[in-house]
Each structure stands twice: as C-alpha cells, then as structure tokens.
C-alpha cells in the first residue's frame, strides 16, 4: 500500500515555457500533499504544503506565483513550473500522507531540465 | 545548531556486519521520526517510523528513540551491498511537515 504516482519521470522545456507536474496516491486518500526540490548531492528541500480543497503554504523564499499547486482532490496534486528558467532545473519530489497518519509516502520524482 | 543532525559519511561497513546509523534533534517535542532510504537519482522511500521509546524491529532493520537524550538511530544487520545508499533521519515538527537531516551516505564492502 502507500502508493504515489508522479508524472512525467522527467522532463526537457525552453526557457519561458510551463511544465506542469501531476502527483497522484493510488491506492489512499492524501489530504496533505508536499512538493520538494532537490539539488544534487543536497538534502530535500520543502518548497510547499498543500491540503486538499485549500491554498498551499510555502516555505519562505519559495515564489508561489512561479510555483503553482493545486490540490483539487484526495488523490491529486499538481506543481507548474511558470516561465522555467535553467536555475529552475531541479529533481521535484512530491510526497503524500493520509488523513490522522504521520508518515509521508513519496512519489518517484520527476527531473526537470531547462534550456 | 540544526534541527536534525546526522553525520554526513561516508560510512563503510563490511558485507555481512551491522551498520549503525545515527541522528540527533533540537526540539523536545517532536513526536514521531521516521528513516528514509534514497538511492543516488531515486526518491526516499520509508524504511521505519517510530514513535516511543525503544526498539522497533523490522527485519533486518531496527529503529531506536531516545526521547531523553534527542536521539534516534537506524541498525541494519547482515548489511548487504543492496543496502549501500543515503539515508534520511526525518522529523516532525508540528502538525504537518517533516525536517529532514542532511543524510548519512552508507556503502557496504562486498
């Protein structure tokens, strides 16, 4: 069980452009969703929460106009990259944990590069 | 002083010993802690959780807290070279998030 979905795996965008990433539980219901970043050689990085129905809350330093989260229902969250930039070149992590749990389960991570 | 500390590595153990794994934390009332696994270019995955005072087993793997002293600990016994990775120390700090170490990097000597 604990089952979280990210898609794509990885992917390749141009300067100026949006990359939505999608982070799915599969086989629970995640009321609270998290989106990491990690550089390599780094530890994990919050960038923000998100409960499902409400706004996120960012860490500080974290621009939520260029980071987007959604998080419309128990099973889904979303993160758009806005106006990618190289510095915005990153492993993005989501994790996911169910209603009165404490662990996080973390998705396989998707590989953003921008050129 | 960090949140959650852990020393960095790398931490070389033989094929076949015990690797011993350890994190240390700031705030006295963090409630639960968790170790993560990560392999070099995958995402953590959850290996322990633990909650009270004591031993947890699991396997091959045995989480430690120290509640008193600030510490949790990760065994690994009969270390195999699949073991060989990063591992994360995880804290909670207040409803939601988790504060992660820096991470201990282990390699097992076949």
């Known amino acids: 069980g604990a089952v979280v979905s990210q898609h794509p795996s990885w992917v390749i965008c141009k300067s100026g452009t949006s990359v939505k990433i999608e982070c799915r539980s599969l086989?629970?219901?995640?009321?609270?969703m998290f989106w990491y970043r990690q550089f390599p050689k780094q530890s994990l990085m919050l960038m923000a929460t998100?409960?499902?129905?409400?706004?996120?809350?960012?860490e500080q330093g974290v621009e939520k106009d260029k980071f987007l989260i959604n998080h419309a229902s128990l099973t889904l969250s979303t993160l758009t990259v806005t106006s990618a930039h190289p510095e915005d070149s990153s492993f993005y992590i989501c994790?996911?944990?169910?209603?009165?749990?404490?662990?996080?389960?973390f998705g396989p991570g998707t590989r953003l590069t921008v050129t | 002083q960090k949140e959650v500390e852990q020393n960095s590595g790398p931490l070389s153990v033989p094929e076949g010993a015990i690797a011993s794994l350890n994190c240390t934390y700031s705030?006295?009332?963090?409630?639960?802690f968790f170790w993560y696994r990560q392999y070099s270019g995958k995402s953590p995955e959850l290996i322990m959780s633990?909650?009270?005072?004591g031993d947890k087993e699991d396997g091959r793997f045995t989480a430690q807290l120290n509640k008193a002293s600030q510490y949790v600990s990760l065994l690994i016994r009969d270390s195999q070279p699949s073991d060989s990775a990063t591992y994360l120390c995880?804290?909670?700090?207040?409803?939601?998030?988790?504060?992660f170490g820096q991470g201990t990097r282990l390699t097992i000597n076949p």
């Open positions: 705030d006295r009332v963090s409630q639960s």
């Open positions: 994790s996911a944990r169910g209603l009165n749990a404490y662990e996080q389960y």
């Open positions: 995880a804290v909670n700090k207040g409803a939601q998030k988790l504060v």
């Open positions: 998100s409960n499902e129905g409400s706004k996120a809350t960012y």
């Open positions: 633990i909650y009270s005072n």
């Open positions: 086989d629970f219901q995640a009321t609270t």
